[in-house]
């Protein structure tokens, strides 16, 4: 089962991204924890984690609201 990154833009829209693809969801988990700032700057608001087609979670990418 191969587990990777769906990447949100801020109306929720589809957006570009690196195209990984992680033998685990701790490998999926390690890598978004290197790269959201990467991503965030790009962009990206929100990621979805996905195995082959089913969504395990989404979460946010932008700062909590103060």
């Given at each position: 089962?191969?587990?990777?990154?769906?990447?949100?833009?801020s109306?929720?829209e589809s957006?570009?991204g690196p195209?990984?693809?992680?033998?685990?969801?701790?490998d999926?988990?390690?890598?978004?924890?290197q790269?959201?700032?990467e991503?965030a700057?790009?962009?990206v608001?929100s990621?979805a984690?996905?195995?082959?087609?089913r969504?395990?979670?989404?979460?946010?990418?932008?700062?909590?609201?103060?």
């Amino acid at each position: 089962m191969a587990w990777g990154w769906r990447y949100e833009g801020s109306n929720g829209e589809s957006v570009d991204g690196p195209a990984e693809s992680f033998a685990s969801q701790a490998d999926a988990e390690s890598w978004i924890g290197q790269t959201w700032r990467e991503l965030a700057a790009s962009g990206v608001t929100s990621v979805a984690l996905v195995e082959d087609d089913r969504v395990e979670y989404r979460m946010s990418l932008l700062p909590p609201a103060e």
